[in-house]
C-alpha cells in the first residue's frame, strides 16, 4: 500500500530513519558504558518497547502506572516507573504488576514510601525504589545531599523495598540550543547527583544505580562519566524543537525527522488558500504550529480542533484537492498521544502498523 | 465509590448541570422552532448521542467520517457530517454508512461533489447533500450568492445525490465576549445564508434546511429565525473561555461548568508549592491554562507532557500529597479527545461511565 492511499490524518513513521534513531542512541550508550533505558512514554507502544530491547535496552521507563501495566501485559518485564506512584489503589496496582515484571519506581516522600512499604507488605512483593532528586528542574525531587540521603535511610529501613539509587532528571534544558550552555547545566546536574550519591555512598549504604538524561543531554551525560542509565525517549522520532538544537561543538543532532502527520487538502475556498484535514486533535499545538515539510512558500495556521489552513503569499496554491501533505509535529510525546496507531513506510510504501496501545494511559 | 477513590487523573461530568445543559438548550431551539441537531465532535460519545435523541435531537453532527462510523455502529441513525468527505477511500467508507442511516455531508467543491456522485452510484446510495458556504469564517465553504447557486445546480444535477439544504457556520465569533459584537456577528453571518437561500430559491431550486450555529452563537441563532436547524457542541460541558461570554443583554451564559478534569497532589517538593500528575497529556493547553477550582490563591504551571504545578504566593500549600483538585478545562473539545471515558457524578458519588467510543477517530 502506498502512503497516498491511506485515509488522513494519520501518524507516519519512516522506518529506515527510525531504526538509524535507535541504533544510534544505543552505540552512544554502549560506547560510554552506560545502561539504555528509553522512555516508552515518548512512542506508548509495545512494539517499539520490544525493539528497543531487542537493541540492547536494559528496560523501559514510564511516567505513568497506566503505561507500564499496558507493557507488561505485553511482555514487558523490567520498568523504571519515572513519576511518584502515590495512594493505596494505585500502590496496589503497582503490586500487581511487580509479581511479574522487576518493578522500580521514583520516590520523594516519606509519607509515599511508607505507604508503598505497607502495601508491598499486603501483596508480598518487594519493588525497587529510586529516590528521585531535584537537580535543577524545580518539579518533583528531594533537595541534593542531605535531604536525598535522610530519605534514603528510609528506604533502607524499609523491609519491604530495595534501595536501588538515585535519578535526577533535568528536563528544563533538554532543547537547550547552545551547546555550551546546555554542556553546562547538564553538568551541573548530573554533579548535583553524583555529589549526592558520594554522600549516601560515604555514610555507608550501598548505590550503585544513578538513572537520568533526556534525547538533548544525552550526548553530555554519556561524556560526562555520572550517569549509569540513560533515559531518552524523542531521539526515536525527533521534532522541530529539537533538531534545532546543537549537538555537540559546531555539530547539528544527529537524530532524523522519522515522525510525521500525514493530512490531506479538503477544500480549495479560494486562490492562494486550502485547508487540510488536521486540526488540534490530529497534532499537538503545546510546542507552537507544525511545519509542513516541501511546500514552498506556505504559511501554517490551525483552523481549529478538526481543520488547518495553508496560504501563499504569491495567492498561488500549488495544491490540489486530497493532496497529501507531511507535517513535522514541534512536540513528538503530545502527538504520539493523539494516535491508537502508527503507520511505519519505507519509500512511500507502508511496511508496518505498530499499536500505541498505552496512549491515554495517564493513570 | 466517591470521587476522591477514583485514580487520576479522571475526567468527570457534574451530571445534574450536564442533564440541565442539555435541557436548556433542547428548550432553546424547541421554543424558537427550530430542530436540534448538537454536534457529538464535543463528547464523541454514543450513550451521549442517545441522550440527546432522547431530549429531542433530530440527530447530531459529527466533524469527521470517523466519528459517524462509531455512532452508526452504536444506533445513531441520523448524522450530519460537518466538514468535507474527500477521495474514493473516505467516500466509500461513507457510503457503507449511508445504507445503515441517514447520512447527510457538506459539500463545498465541484470535484468532490462528481466524485461523491459516482461513488453513490456504485455503492447504490443516495445520500443527502448541503452547501457549505462560507459565512464569514474564512475557512471551508463556497462564497455567498451566486456561487453556491453553481453548486446547488451541480447537487441537483447529480442523480445519485440529494440536495438538502445549505450550512453556515461561524466559528470565529462563538467566544465573542460582548453580545453587542457577537449578535452583529451572528447575524450577519446568518444573513448570508438566508440571502443565498432566497437567491437559490428564486431560482427553482427546493430550499428547506439551513443548519449551523454554535453554543456561543445559539441565543441569537434562535432569535433571529434564519437557521433551521441549530449545531452546538459545547453547551454540554462549558469551558473557561465559553463562562466568560455575556449571553445576552446583560446576562451570563446560562450553561454550568459541568466537565472538570480531577488531578491528584504527587510531590510536596518544598512549602509554597505541590505537583499534580495532570500534565499536557491529561488536559489540553490550546486554550491556554486550565483554572484550578477552590484553591484560593494558586497560580497554575505546566509541567510537561505528565505534571503541572500549584505554587502558591504566601508560600504556603494548603494540599497534602494524594489531596484532589478538580480543573476547569479552557478548551473542552480537545480535553475530551484525550480521554476513553467519562466519569458522571453526582454529590461526590460516581453514578455512570459513558465511553468517548469516537475519542480519536479524525479520519
Same mark, same amino acid.
Given at each position: 500500500? +502506498?502512503?497516498?492511499?491511506?485515509?488522513?490524518?494519520?501518524?507516519?513513521?519512516?522506518?529506515?530513519?527510525?531504526?538509524?534513531?535507535?541504533?544510534?542512541?544505543?552505540?552512544?550508550?554502549?560506547?560510554?558504558?552506560?545502561?539504555?533505558?528509553?522512555?516508552?512514554?515518548?512512542?506508548?507502544?509495545?512494539?517499539?518497547?520490544?525493539?528497543?530491547?531487542?537493541?540492547?535496552?536494559?528496560?523501559?521507563?514510564?511516567?505513568?502506572?497506566?503505561?507500564?501495566?499496558?507493557?507488561?501485559?505485553?511482555?514487558?518485564?523490567?520498568?523504571?516507573?519515572?513519576?511518584?506512584?502515590?495512594?493505596?489503589?494505585?500502590?496496589?496496582?503497582?503490586?500487581?504488576?511487580?509479581?511479574?515484571?522487576?518493578?522500580?519506581?521514583?520516590?520523594?516522600?516519606?509519607?509515599?514510601?511508607?505507604?508503598?512499604?505497607?502495601?508491598?507488605?499486603?501483596?508480598?512483593?518487594?519493588?525497587?525504589?529510586?529516590?528521585?532528586?531535584?537537580?535543577?528542574?524545580?518539579?518533583?525531587?528531594?533537595?541534593?545531599?542531605?535531604?536525598?540521603?535522610?530519605?534514603?535511610?528510609?528506604?533502607?529501613?524499609?523491609?519491604?523495598?530495595?534501595?536501588?539509587?538515585?535519578?535526577?532528571?533535568?528536563?528544563?534544558?533538554?532543547?537547550?540550543?547552545?551547546?555550551?550552555?546546555?554542556?553546562?547545566?547538564?553538568?551541573?546536574?548530573?554533579?548535583?547527583?553524583?555529589?549526592?550519591?558520594?554522600?549516601?555512598?560515604?555514610?555507608?549504604?550501598?548505590?550503585?544505580?544513578?538513572?537520568?538524561?533526556?534525547?538533548?543531554?544525552?550526548?553530555?551525560?554519556?561524556?560526562?562519566?555520572?550517569?549509569?542509565?540513560?533515559?531518552?525517549?524523542?531521539?526515536?522520532?525527533?521534532?522541530?524543537?529539537?533538531?534545532?538544537?546543537?549537538?555537540?561543538?559546531?555539530?547539528?543532532?544527529?537524530?532524523?525527522?522519522?515522525?510525521?502527520?500525514?493530512?490531506?487538502?479538503?477544500?480549495?475556498?479560494?486562490?492562494?488558500?486550502?485547508?487540510?484535514?488536521?486540526?488540534?486533535?490530529?497534532?499537538?499545538?503545546?510546542?507552537?504550529?507544525?511545519?509542513?515539510?516541501?511546500?514552498?512558500?506556505?504559511?501554517?495556521?490551525?483552523?481549529?480542533?478538526?481543520?488547518?489552513?495553508?496560504?501563499?503569499?504569491?495567492?498561488?496554491?500549488?495544491?490540489?484537492?486530497?493532496? +497529501?501533505?507531511?507535517?513535522?509535529?514541534?512536540?513528538?510525546?503530545?502527538?504520539?498521544?493523539?494516535?491508537?496507531?502508527?503507520?511505519?513506510?519505507?519509500?512511500?510504501?507502508?511496511?508496518?502498523?505498530?499499536?500505541?496501545?498505552?496512549?491515554?494511559?495517564?493513570?
Amino acid at each position: 500500500m +502506498k502512503l497516498s492511499q491511506l485515509d488522513t490524518p494519520v501518524l507516519l513513521i519512516e522506518e529506515d530513519s527510525f531504526l538509524r534513531n535507535m541504533k544510534r542512541m544505543q552505540e552512544l550508550a554502549t560506547n560510554a558504558g552506560i545502561a539504555y533505558r528509553p522512555h516508552a512514554k515518548a512512542h506508548k507502544s509495545a512494539e517499539i518497547a520490544k525493539m528497543q530491547k531487542g537493541a540492547g535496552a536494559v528496560g523501559v521507563c514510564c511516567a505513568k502506572l497506566g503505561e507500564a501495566e499496558v507493557l507488561v501485559s505485553h511482555e514487558i518485564k523490567d520498568i523504571l516507573i519515572t513519576t511518584p506512584v502515590i495512594g493505596i489503589s494505585k500502590l496496589t496496582r503497582m503490586m500487581q504488576i511487580a509479581k511479574e515484571a522487576t518493578i522500580s519506581v521514583v520516590v520523594d516522600n516519606a509519607d509515599n514510601l511508607a505507604e508503598m512499604a505497607a502495601v508491598a507488605q499486603t501483596c508480598g512483593v518487594r519493588p525497587d525504589v529510586v529516590i528521585e532528586v531535584d537537580v535543577g528542574q524545580g518539579r518533583c525531587g528531594v533537595q541534593p545531599g542531605d535531604p536525598a540521603l535522610q530519605l534514603a535511610y528510609e528506604v533502607m529501613n524499609a523491609d519491604w523495598l530495595n534501595f536501588k539509587g538515585l535519578q535526577g532528571y533535568q528536563g528544563a534544558i533538554q532543547m537547550t540550543a547552545s551547546f555550551v550552555e546546555r554542556n553546562a547545566a547538564a553538568r551541573k546536574a548530573v554533579g548535583l547527583l553524583t555529589d549526592t550519591a558520594d554522600l549516601i555512598r560515604k555514610a555507608g549504604l550501598p548505590l550503585e544505580y544513578l538513572t537520568g538524561g533526556g534525547s538533548g543531554t544525552s550526548v553530555i551525560d554519556a561524556a560526562s562519566a555520572g550517569l549509569t542509565e540513560l533515559q531518552p525517549g524523542g531521539y526515536l522520532f525527533m521534532d522541530s524543537r529539537y533538531r534545532e538544537i546543537e549537538w555537540d561543538d559546531g555539530n547539528s543532532i544527529p537524530f532524523e525527522q522519522s515522525l510525521t502527520v500525514l493530512a490531506s487538502v479538503i477544500s480549495l475556498p479560494e486562490p492562494g488558500r486550502c485547508i487540510l484535514d488536521m486540526g488540534l486533535k490530529a497534532i499537538s499545538s503545546d510546542g507552537g504550529p507544525p511545519s509542513p515539510v516541501d511546500v514552498p512558500g506556505a504559511v501554517f495556521k490551525f483552523g481549529g480542533e478538526e481543520h488547518s489552513e495553508l496560504t501563499f503569499e504569491d495567492g498561488k496554491c500549488p495544491l490540489a484537492l486530497n493532496d +497529501k501533505v507531511a507535517f513535522v509535529p514541534t512536540h513528538c510525546d503530545t502527538t504520539v498521544n493523539l494516535y491508537d496507531r502508527f503507520i511505519a513506510y519505507s519509500d512511500d510504501e507502508v511496511v508496518d502498523v505498530w499499536s500505541i496501545a498505552a496512549r491515554g494511559r495517564v493513570q
